[in-house]
């Protein structure tokens, strides 16, 4: 029990990340809901990852938002059912679906990524680039090391 009534939350890293994390994912929720688009920050990341990898199985959607399979089915059900996604059978393998970006989903990202857009631009104004650089690379790093202990 050393060093324990010395220790400070506002000292580690991950106190911060998780903060600026969930106030990131408050804030852009806010606006989406000001402007009327009834999505939230998960379901957001997982329309983008569609449009940048095309149609994808459900497997690879989980390994590209790092979440459990149940998240994301149910975050993919409810995006099935606003429209914005569609499940397709596997031409490869009947007992797999994939999953692919509806005209309504394209419709949706074209109405909330320059909202994304502008949040993140509007985050970072006062933050110089060489520090944003130095940021995303521990941020990697980090990353990494965490992904080696899995």
């Known amino acids: 029990m050393d060093g324990l009534k010395d220790f400070k939350l506002e000292q580690v890293l991950g106190f911060y990340i998780n903060r600026v994390s969930y106030l990131m994912t408050e804030e852009i929720e806010k606006r989406f809901a000001k402007a009327g688009l009834n999505i939230a920050a998960q379901d957001f990341a997982i329309l983008v990852r569609l449009m940048n ?12 938002m790092m979440r459990d399979k149940t998240t994301i089915t149910r975050r ?74 899995r």
């Open 76 to 149: 993919i059900d409810g995006l099935v059912k606003k429209g914005l996604v569609a499940r397709v059978v596997n031409p490869d393998d009947r007992r797999c679906m994939n999953i692919k970006l509806t005209d309504e989903g394209y419709a949706m990202l074209e109405t909330a990524f320059p909202m994304a857009s502008g949040f993140q631009n509007e985050l970072v104004q006062g933050v110089s680039d060489d520090d944003k650089a130095v940021t995303i690379q521990v941020l990697k790093k980090l990353a990494a090391t965490l992904m080696d202990l």
């Open 53 to 64: 990898e095309g149609m994808v199985t459900q497997a690879r959607i989980i390994e590209l």
